[in-house]
């Protein structure tokens, strides 16, 4: 009976390690990954097309329209409505220009040339008068530069004397006189105070002007 026992035990331990060695030693095979999808490469956005340069600015008719223009009948009031003293360029018939030239002199003849302003462009005068304006005058003083001295208060310094050149595109030349006055020891663009006998450099806050008025016949 013991061996039976015996045998019995022996079978189901052998029973017992086949199926551990079956199921125990096998580790179940993990299921595949699946293979992440490639990701889109991004399309480069377009690059904008570049903006046209714009056209050199025409600087010639951008100080035309700084200057006050009145009609050829109204040409005869003009000196008696200035607020301050000017130069004004007159017409009997239209002219086309494309520059105008303004001289800066050390001296109160117009001998020493300091500095000459070109402003070019091309613009049609018409039959009139076109009057220095303190904007005019204000744009032009503060452009000048000289020996790194540059602004209107040292354009009110260092000048002495002016001249005004007008070219017309048949390439004829018009000058004004020599814009001087010797009570005030020459001429310069600034604001002048008459009754009070004095005069300072042309600002914002103040009329720019001449010591007095300057007429240029243009035709």
């Known amino acids: ?6 045998k019995l035990i022996i079978l189901l331990s052998s ?8 199921n125990g030693g096998a580790s179940p095979s993990p299921s595949p990954s699946p293979s ?21 600015a025409n600087l010639l008719e951008s100080y035309v329209n700084l200057l006050t223009y009145q009609p050829l009948k109204d040409s005869q ?6 607020v301050q003293l000017q130069l004004s360029m007159t017409l009997t018939r239209a002219l086309a220009i ?7 002199y050390s001296d109160a003849a117009c001998s020493n040339l300091m500095l000459g302003q070109n402003i070019q462009g091309s613009a049609t005068l018409q039959p009139g008068s076109y009057t220095t ?25 260092n000048t002495h ?32 105070n008459l009754s009070g006998n ?5 600002t914002a806050n103040y009329n720019c002007g001449f010591s007095q008025n300057y007429s240029m016949p243009l035709n």
């Open 133 to 157: 304006s303190s904007a005019s005058n204000l744009s032009l003083c503060t452009a000048y530069s000289y020996n790194g001295m540059s602004g209107c208060v040292y354009a009110y310094n």
């Open 15 to 22: 029973i017992v390690a086949f199926l551990s060695s079956c």
């Open 36 to 56: 992440p999808s490639p990701s889109p490469s991004p399309s480069p956005s377009p690059s904008p097309s570049p903006s046209p340069s714009p056209s050199p």
């Open 198 to 202: 004095w005069s300072r450099n042309c």
């Open 98 to 104: 494309n520059n105008i030239l303004v001289n800066y």
């Open 161 to 192: 004397s002016m001249q005004f050149l007008v070219t017309n595109t048949s390439g004829q030349t018009i000058s004004s006189t020599c814009l001087t006055n010797p009570q005030w020891s020459g001429e310069r663009l600034g604001y002048y």
């Open 1 to 6: 009976m013991q061996k039976k026992i015996s």
């Open 77 to 82: 009031l003009q000196n008696e409505n200035l």
